[in-house]
């Protein structure tokens, strides 16, 4: 299907239809398009032949019922963090964006629920969270910027999910607008409702596939007032995966974050690249963020200082470095979480986003920068990963970005993770980047399925089309 906004009449009656609903300031055309980006990492322009801004769940319904009277495809547009180019569109596609969609609009701290609109910010609900005296669990480095839609669409992950869960866990309820305009609300409130299917999970993590979601229902957490974090160093990968199962006895139900770093990734965001200051030496080969959170400052404390004083009585770390304050705190994450240090040092790179069992991590990286060396001698892989749930980050710079070079790293990366048991994504999703290996991970009666339910809930295939599954054949 290829949208009508490729015919001037047909484009010019729909946008018109469509300013009646949203009003005409809330449709972008032209230069107001061009001039946004489809994604941080690019910074491409957007494509497409016009924004659509509702403000609302009934604004978006009226939009979508327009859009399927004139069969018309819509790609959403949340925050644009992605890295699988999710959010590109072509120039006979309507973008829908939630940027106006951003009320929080209630927050309970007795039954500790927080509803939202799906365009605002993670800060922003973080924030809200914290002033109730609760707290939101998720949380990633692109929290500013990223919206509640998107990372229900992609059912993000970040640091925290050995403690809290994915995304998944943290929704209650939504509410999402099918293909044609029909509003599905199952804005729950509880932790225990058995009553039929559970819809919300059809829209978790199907990247805007299956429905537009709208509003939320978001799970909040007691606070945890006391936070201890440390980078510690490691002799080898034997003792990394030993430190997590020390660390998770010791610390019980406290351990939030155990982010791994290659030597790779600590040395050149460090010492090569005079980014940051390296708060321990760089020549181990594996560093480790550990993070506990916990109520009282003193006993947690002690806690922590006594798993970190057993790791080293076992020699599982090799040195390590504790913050006292915020600050010491933030230097040791923005060692992890400077991709924009990474995009300059390596550029032109390659970004992936897997999973596989953690016994096999070891061998799977090295095996991965082998094959990459061979194949370019100048090559260069950094690893870094949320190891305690088993997700690992590649970037690789081969010194071209060209489609041909992109698909021979791409079987590089991706194909030992089939006889592992492996996923091509653990978090960022499929969208058009990993679509061709989606087989790697999912059984033909999955991906069978899946077009089942796309077909079922989107029969003209105007809800982000091709992102995640191939056209069906004929």
């Known amino acids: ?20 609903i949203v009003g005409g300031g809330n449709v972008l055309t032209g230069d107001d398009v061009s001039a946004r980006s489809v994604d941080w990492l690019s910074a491409a322009g957007c494509r497409a032949g016009a924004i659509v801004r509702p403000a609302s769940t009934d604004e978006l319904a009226a939009v979508m019922r327009a859009c399927h009277g004139a069969h018309q495809p819509v790609v959403t547009h949340g925050g644009l963090t992605g890295l699988v180019h999710g959010a590109e569109a072509e120039p006979s596609e309507v973008v829908i964006s939630l940027e106006r969609m951003t009320t929080i609009e209630d927050i309970d701290p007795i039954g500790n629920t927080l509803t939202v609109q799906a365009g605002a910010p993670l800060q922003k609900v973080q924030e809200a969270a914290e002033g109730a005296g609760r707290q939101f669990a998720l949380d990633l480095g692109a929290r500013g910027s990223c919206t509640i839609g998107g990372n229900i669409a992609t059912n993000a992950g970040g640091i925290r999910v050995i403690r809290y869960g994915m995304m998944r866990q943290q929704v209650l ?12 609300s199952s804005m729950n409130r509880m932790l225990k409702n058995n009553a039929g299917f559970d819809l919300k999970q059809l829209f978790i993590g199907s990247e805007g596939t299956l429905g537009i979601v709208t509003r939320a229902v ?5 606070p945890t007032s006391d936070v201890q974090t440390a980078l510690v160093a490691c ?3 034997e003792a990394v995966t030993g430190l997590l199962a020390h660390m998770g006895q010791a610390l019980g139900g406290n351990l939030a974050a155990f982010e ?11 010492e090569q690249s005079g980014r940051h200051t390296p708060p321990l030496a760089t020549d181990a080969p594996f560093y480790v963020i550990l993070e506990s959170l916990g109520t009282d400052a003193e006993s947690h404390a002690a806690l922590f200082s006594k798993a970190l004083e057993a790791a080293l009585e076992q020699q599982l770390i090799e040195d390590a470095v504790v913050a006292h304050s915020a600050s010491q705190r933030q230097g040791i994450w923005d060692i992890r979480e400077d991709i924009e240090g990474l995009i300059q040092t390596l550029a032109p790179l390659f970004t992936f986003d897997v999973s596989l069992p953690i016994a096999e991590m070891e061998r799977y990286v090295a095996k991965v920068e082998a094959a990459i060396t061979h194949d370019w001698p100048d090559g260069r892989m950094v690893t870094f990963g949320h190891l305690g749930d088993g997700n690992l980050h590649l970037s690789v710079s081969v010194g071209s970005h ?18 592992l048991g492996g996923s091509v994504s653990a978090e960022h999703g499929i969208g058009l980047e990993k679509r061709a290996y989606l087989s790697i991970s999912r059984t033909p009666e999955e991906i069978a399925l899946m077009h089942t339910l796309k077909q079922a809930m989107d029969p003209l295939g105007l809800l982000n089309r091709h992102k995640v599954l191939a056209p069906a054949a004929g």
């Open 1 to 20: 299907m290829d949208g009508l906004l490729k015919d001037d009449v047909s484009k010019d009656g729909l946008l018109m239809q469509i300013a009646a």
């Open 173 to 184: 309820g939504l509410e999402a607008v099918l293909a044609d305009g029909t509003v599905v």
């Open 260 to 270: 791994a770093m290659w030597q790779s990734h600590y040395r050149l965001l460090t």
């Open 218 to 222: 978001l799970q909040l957490r007691p």
């Open 402 to 419: 060209a489609d041909e070079t992109r698909h021979a790293v791409e079987a590089h990366v991706y194909s030992p993770l089939a006889e």
């Open 235 to 237: 002799p080898s990968f």
